[in-house]
Structure formats: structure tokens, C-alpha cells
């Protein structure tokens, strides 16, 4: 499972993603999808319920197999760079009732480093206490991870997606139910990933956040419906083929009828 | 009191019987952590009683009963491996069906063997005091085994129980890893039988688990407490059956199972009396902290 890195670690990556197709039962999810992502870019990805948006990370780490065309990493074919892609989960997708601290769960974001047979090093371990710090939960390192508020589980879990030191992170809904320290320090961190070019793509339902502080946005219902500036891609009418129905426009501005809430089976069924 | 502890061992098979049913308690305890934590508890009952197509062949063509039902367990762990990979079905619809099925053959095969003797009861309900210094030796041999690949892939098992998505994201062969954990479970199965039967074998994997899973915060100190618990069962389960005359499987299984009670209701933090104690103002506190933070 080991090649060779000539990468360091924490180097900016561009992503290539050219004609993917995904089909779930012979029902596709996803229909040639076409973009790039220029090194340590911060992509919003935007689209309603089902729009193919985890689909999408899924197949960027490899959980699912795509039809045609390409995905690139570093000019590389997908798989090709092995642990240089992170994938933040949305966070009812494990069992928080498991017999773990919140070091337990970060240390777990090195295993794959560390290689068959390998304990964690002290290396390790300091690198686990830095992204503890990094998302301000040091304090809560030997908690079980059953004490933990939701903002608190869905730091752990991108402390965990920092200590894999990835170059490209990927983050399904982290914003979803959260209190707002939790997601400023969300904010604050994705502004340190920035200043070390690390590229982030990060799915959302929250309009004015991918507005406000993502570099592109990636407008998505199975295929791309736009991709560029939230200036370009936020159009009454680019919205209103993503949204559809779900799309109530007052005057000038457009107002999307936020699918947050949705139950939990078509959240499920979005997978 | 000592000569009440020590008298027992003044006979052999006492002796062989209480380190056969050691080992198999530590072992079921250990390994019976993963079947709590991912929901198998299932799998143990479908494993004991899926080796019973191998016991009968086994018998019919006058081979080792062990390894014939060691065969049967692998080839249904691999099997309920094999219909739930991808989540074509549920595993525990694999269990179920393979389960079921296997028992009908067992059964089949057993109902042409006109006059089966005791050593197929034995296998049913166990028989400890029966184990003979080969048994030992085979049980010794799987228990270090199975226990050493436990310790090597400690890290590997506990991601794809708690996060299989992170598993495979890690690039871990994470169906290749399943499929070790199923047949590991299949021979502590096997092991198994001979003190508590097929029975009894579900409990001896769950019910020790269970009680440490209480009792614990963090997985190797559940294993280590599991363990304990485990030994302590079947060492005093055995001593029950010595002194008053009562089947040795069950005896074991009853004080694991008196043990969880116990812990069910006096553990701290998450026993029933504790829970009780703090009620509802505790918890109006939980969630305003949860607020603040």
C-alpha cells in the first residue's frame, strides 16, 4: 500500500475533474461533470437534496467508481498520490457511542501513514495535540466521545481530516446544526489551510456563506449548472434550474427555500 | 476455604477443564468487544449453530469433530462475508439465511446417523470436564493465535468498526480485513464449544462485552475488563458445577450474566441507579453546557 511520495506534505494541489459520470442501479447521480480547481482554491459546492454533492466527494476519495472521462490530482490519475486526499463525513455516519477518546479518533487520521504493524510514534501524537489545537479542543482530548456536543464532534472530525495532512480536504455539510463558535473556528481554520495552499471543497446548503467566503462556487443538481465566482453562478436563472421548485424569487433578489431540515431518509437517500 | 478451592484440582480433568474454560472465557471476552460494538451479537449464535453440517460429516466419515466443525464455520463466516460485501443485502440478512440453512443440513445429516452417541450432545451443551490433553492443546494453539492477530491489527479493526468510510479512504483493504474479523470470530466459536456449547456461545461473546462496555471508556481497558470478567465467569461457573452438580455451560453463562446485572445497575456514570439519581435537572444542564459551547 506504500509508493513513493515526491510530494511533501501540505503542497497545493490542483484537481482536475473532466466528463465524470456516477450512476447508482443504473440511475445516474451524476452526468459529465467538468471542472478544475486551481491550487489551494476554497470551492463551495451548492445544490438542492440529491443534487449528486457527497456522490461527488465519494468518488474524489475513492469510496465509488465513475463512468468515463478523468479526475486528476497534481496532473496525477486519482489514487495515484495516496493519502493526500481528507474526506469530513457528515457526522451522523458513525456511532459517537464507540469506546473512544478525541485523541483516540484524531490519532486514527495518521493509520494511514503509519503502515501495517506500526504504533503511533511520539511524531505522531504531537501531530494529533497540534490539530486538537488548530480546532481549540486540547481541553477535550482524553473526553469519550460520547460527552461530545454536536460543534464538538464535527471539530473532532476535522481535527482527525488535519492530522491525515491532506492537500486537498473535502467537507460534506459541516455547517449543518452547528452552533456559531464552532463554525467560526471552522472559518478561522480554513483561513490557515489557505495560507498553506491547502485546496478545500466543501458542500453546503448555506447560500450567503459560499457567497461571502469561498473563492468559486460550484452550482450542482447532477451535473454542473455553473462554476466560478458567486457573482457568475448565483444568476436568478442558474438558480432557478438548480433549485427548481424549491426557488421562490421576491423582486430583485432570489430566495432559495432552504432544504436543511429535510427528513432523515431524503437526507439518507442524497448519499 | 482454600481446601474448598484447591480440592477440585486434586483431579485431572477438573484441572484441564478449568484452564480449557480460562482460556475460552478470556478469548470469548476479548473478541466479543467488536461483535457488541458493531452490532453483531447476532453472529456468534449463527456461527455456533452453523458448524453443525461440519460436526455431522465430521461423524459420518469418522474424522476430528473439531475440525470438521472449524471447516463449517469458516466456510459460513466467508459466506456471510460474501452475500453482504457492498451491501447487496444486510449482514444480518446474511446471517439469518446462511445461519438457517446451514442448521437444516446439520439437522438433515444428523437425523441419517440412527443412534448419534453423547459426543454430539457434548458438542450441543457442551462438556468441560470431558476435555482431553489433545482438546487443550488445540484450544491453547487458537487462543494465542487468535488473540495475536487481534493485537496486530488492533488499529485496523478499530477503523473499520468505527469508521469504514475513513477505513477506505486510508486505502486499508477494508473487505479483506472483515472477512479476518468473521473468521477469526468462527474459530472462537469452535473453541468455544467444548466449554459452553452451541448453545451458550452467543452469551460468552456478548454478555462479558456488554458488562465491560458499561464499566469502561476506551477500548483496550473494555478488553482488558471484558477479560477479566470473562475468566472470572467461567472459573466460577465451573466451581458451581463441581460443588452442586449443575451443567458447567450454564453455570458460566449465569454469573457473566449475574455480573452485567450488576453493572447494568451500579455503574457509574451509566447504570441505571446513577442515571436515575442524576434525572431530568441533569440533563436540562447537559444541554444548556452544550449551548455554551
Given at each position: 500500500?506504500?509508493t513513493?511520495?515526491?510530494?511533501?506534505?501540505?503542497?497545493?494541489?490542483?484537481?482536475?475533474i473532466?466528463?465524470?459520470?456516477?450512476?447508482?442501479?443504473?440511475?445516474p447521480?451524476?452526468?459529465?461533470?467538468?471542472f478544475?480547481?486551481?491550487?489551494?482554491?476554497?470551492?463551495?459546492?451548492?445544490?438542492?437534496n440529491?443534487?449528486?454533492?457527497?456522490?461527488?466527494f465519494?468518488?474524489?476519495?475513492?469510496?465509488?467508481?465513475?463512468?468515463?472521462?478523468r479526475?486528476?490530482?497534481?496532473g496525477?490519475?486519482?489514487?495515484?498520490?495516496?493519502?493526500?486526499?481528507?474526506y469530513?463525513?457528515?457526522?451522523?455516519?458513525?456511532?459517537w457511542r464507540?469506546?473512544?477518546?478525541v485523541?483516540?479518533v484524531?490519532?486514527?487520521?495518521?493509520?494511514?501513514r503509519?503502515?501495517?504493524?506500526?504504533?503511533?510514534?511520539?511524531?505522531?501524537?504531537?501531530a494529533?495535540?497540534?490539530?486538537?489545537?488548530?480546532?481549540r479542543?486540547a481541553?477535550?482530548?482524553?473526553?469519550?466521545?460520547?460527552?461530545?456536543s454536536g460543534?464538538?464532534?464535527?471539530?473532532?472530525?476535522?481535527a482527525?481530516?488535519?492530522?491525515?495532512?491532506?492537500?486537498?480536504?473535502?467537507?460534506?455539510?459541516?455547517?449543518?446544526?452547528?452552533?456559531?463558535?464552532?463554525?467560526?473556528?471552522?472559518?478561522?481554520?480554513?483561513?490557515?489551510?489557505r495560507?498553506?495552499?491547502?485546496?478545500v471543497?466543501?458542500?453546503?446548503?448555506?447560500?450567503?456563506?459560499?457567497a461571502?467566503?469561498f473563492?468559486?462556487?460550484?452550482?450542482?443538481?447532477?451535473?454542473v449548472?455553473?462554476?466560478?465566482?458567486?457573482?457568475?453562478?448565483?444568476?436568478?436563472?442558474?438558480?432557478?434550474e438548480?433549485?427548481?421548485?424549491?426557488?421562490?424569487?421576491?423582486?430583485?433578489?432570489?430566495?432559495?427555500?432552504?432544504?436543511?431540515?429535510?427528513?432523515?431518509?431524503?437526507?439518507?437517500?442524497r448519499? | 476455604?482454600?481446601?474448598?478451592?484447591?480440592?477440585?484440582?486434586?483431579?485431572?480433568?477438573?484441572?484441564?477443564?478449568?484452564?480449557?474454560?480460562?482460556?475460552?472465557?478470556?478469548?470469548c471476552?476479548?473478541?466479543?468487544?467488536?461483535?457488541?460494538l458493531r452490532?453483531?451479537a447476532?453472529?456468534?449464535?449463527?456461527?455456533?449453530?452453523?458448524?453443525?453440517?461440519?460436526?455431522?460429516?465430521?461423524?459420518?466419515?469418522?474424522?476430528?469433530?473439531?475440525?470438521?466443525?472449524?471447516?463449517?464455520a469458516?466456510?459460513?463466516?466467508?459466506?456471510?462475508?460474501?452475500?453482504?460485501?457492498q451491501?447487496?443485502?444486510?449482514?444480518?440478512?446474511?446471517?439469518?439465511?446462511?445461519?438457517?440453512?446451514?442448521?437444516?443440513?446439520?439437522?438433515?445429516?444428523?437425523?441419517?446417523?440412527?443412534?448419534?452417541?453423547?459426543?454430539?450432545t457434548?458438542?450441543?451443551?457442551?462438556?468441560?470436564?470431558?476435555v482431553?490433553?489433545?482438546?487443550?492443546?488445540l484450544?491453547?494453539?487458537?487462543?494465542?493465535?487468535?488473540?495475536?492477530?487481534?493485537?496486530?491489527?488492533?488499529?485496523?479493526?478499530?477503523v473499520?468498526s468505527?469508521?469504514?468510510?475513513?477505513?477506505?479512504?486510508?486505502r486499508?483493504?477494508?473487505?479483506?480485513?472483515?472477512?479476518?474479523m468473521?473468521?477469526?470470530?468462527?474459530?472462537?466459536?469452535?473453541?468455544?464449544?467444548?466449554?459452553?456449547?452451541?448453545?451458550?456461545?452467543?452469551?460468552?461473546?456478548?454478555?462479558?462485552?456488554?458488562?465491560?462496555?458499561?464499566?469502561t471508556?476506551?477500548?483496550?481497558?473494555?478488553?482488558?475488563?471484558?477479560a477479566l470478567i470473562?475468566?472470572?465467569?467461567?472459573?466460577?461457573?465451573?466451581?458451581?458445577?463441581?460443588?452442586?452438580?449443575?451443567?458447567?455451560?450454564?453455570?458460566?453463562?449465569?454469573?457473566?450474566?449475574?455480573?452485567?446485572?450488576?453493572?447494568?445497575?451500579?455503574?457509574?456514570?451509566?447504570?441505571?441507579?446513577?442515571?436515575?439519581?442524576?434525572?431530568?435537572?441533569?440533563?436540562?444542564?447537559?444541554q444548556?453546557?452544550?449551548?455554551e459551547?
Amino acid at each position: 500500500m506504500k509508493t513513493s511520495r515526491p510530494l511533501t506534505n501540505m503542497q497545493p494541489a490542483r484537481l482536475e475533474i473532466e466528463h465524470v459520470s456516477v450512476a447508482y442501479n443504473g440511475q445516474p447521480v451524476l452526468c459529465d461533470v467538468t471542472f478544475h480547481v486551481p491550487h489551494g482554491a476554497r470551492v463551495a459546492v451548492v445544490g438542492p437534496n440529491g443534487a449528486g454533492k457527497s456522490t461527488l466527494f465519494k468518488v474524489l476519495v475513492g469510496l465509488l467508481p465513475w463512468h468515463g472521462g478523468r479526475i486528476l490530482i497534481h496532473g496525477q490519475p486519482l489514487g495515484h498520490h495516496h493519502d493526500c486526499v481528507a474526506y469530513v463525513p457528515q457526522r451522523e455516519e458513525v456511532d459517537w457511542r464507540f469506546p473512544l477518546t478525541v485523541s483516540d479518533v484524531v490519532m486514527m487520521g495518521r493509520y494511514g501513514r503509519l503502515g501495517w504493524l506500526k504504533r503511533p510514534t511520539k511524531e505522531d501524537h504531537e501531530a494529533v495535540r497540534r490539530c486538537l489545537e488548530q480546532m481549540r479542543i486540547a481541553d477535550l482530548a482524553q473526553r469519550p466521545i460520547q460527552e461530545l456536543s454536536g460543534g464538538q464532534q464535527q471539530r473532532v472530525f476535522l481535527a482527525r481530516a488535519l492530522a491525515q495532512e491532506p492537500h486537498i480536504l473535502l467537507m460534506d455539510e459541516p455547517f449543518t446544526a452547528i452552533d456559531i463558535t464552532t463554525q467560526e473556528t471552522i472559518m478561522a481554520v480554513l483561513d490557515e489551510l489557505r495560507a498553506q495552499q491547502v485546496t478545500v471543497l466543501i458542500s453546503t446548503h448555506d447560500l450567503n456563506l459560499a457567497a461571502a467566503h469561498f473563492d468559486r462556487v460550484l452550482l450542482l443538481n447532477r451535473r454542473v449548472i455553473g462554476y466560478g465566482t458567486a457573482q457568475e453562478v448565483f444568476t436568478q436563472k442558474q438558480l432557478m434550474e438548480a433549485f427548481g421548485g424549491q426557488l421562490l424569487i421576491l423582486g430583485e433578489g432570489a430566495v432559495v427555500i432552504d432544504q436543511c431540515c429535510a427528513p432523515e431518509a431524503q437526507r439518507r437517500s442524497r448519499a | 476455604m482454600i481446601t474448598w478451592l484447591t480440592a477440585p484440582l486434586a483431579y485431572g480433568f477438573m484441572q484441564r477443564g478449568l484452564l480449557a474454560s480460562l482460556m475460552v472465557g478470556i478469548l470469548c471476552a476479548v473478541i466479543g468487544c467488536y461483535v457488541v460494538l458493531r452490532g453483531m451479537a447476532f453472529i456468534g449464535d449463527a456461527l455456533a449453530h452453523a458448524i453443525l453440517p461440519g460436526i455431522a460429516i465430521a461423524y459420518l466419515l469418522k474424522g476430528n469433530l473439531l475440525i470438521g466443525a472449524l471447516a463449517a464455520a469458516v466456510l459460513v463466516a466467508l459466506g456471510i462475508g460474501f452475500f453482504s460485501r457492498q451491501g447487496t443485502i444486510k449482514e444480518d440478512t446474511a446471517i439469518g439465511i446462511l445461519f438457517a440453512a446451514a442448521l437444516s443440513l446439520g439437522v438433515l445429516l444428523i437425523s441419517t446417523i440412527r443412534t448419534y452417541a453423547v459426543d454430539l450432545t457434548h458438542i450441543l451443551f457442551g462438556n468441560v470436564l470431558g476435555v482431553s490433553t489433545g482438546d487443550l492443546r488445540l484450544t491453547g494453539a487458537l487462543t494465542v493465535l487468535v488473540l495475536a492477530t487481534i493485537a496486530l491489527f488492533y488499529k485496523e479493526f478499530l477503523v473499520i468498526s468505527f469508521d469504514p468510510v475513513l477505513a477506505t479512504t486510508l486505502r486499508l483493504p477494508v473487505e479483506w480485513l472483515r472477512y479476518l474479523m468473521l473468521i477469526l470470530l468462527a474459530l472462537t466459536v469452535v473453541v468455544s464449544l467444548q466449554t459452553v456449547g452451541v448453545g451458550l456461545v452467543a452469551a460468552m461473546l456478548v454478555t462479558p462485552g456488554a458488562t465491560a462496555y458499561l464499566l469502561t471508556r476506551r477500548l483496550p481497558t473494555m478488553m482488558a475488563v471484558a477479560a477479566l470478567i470473562g475468566a472470572f465467569s467461567s472459573i466460577s461457573g465451573l466451581y458451581i458445577s463441581f460443588y452442586w452438580n449443575v451443567a458447567s455451560g450454564a453455570a458460566v453463562v449465569l454469573v457473566a450474566t449475574a455480573i452485567f446485572l450488576a453493572a447494568f445497575l451500579f455503574a457509574p456514570q451509566r447504570g441505571a441507579l446513577w442515571q436515575w439519581r442524576r434525572g431530568r435537572q441533569q440533563a436540562v444542564l447537559a444541554q444548556c453546557a452544550e449551548k455554551e459551547h
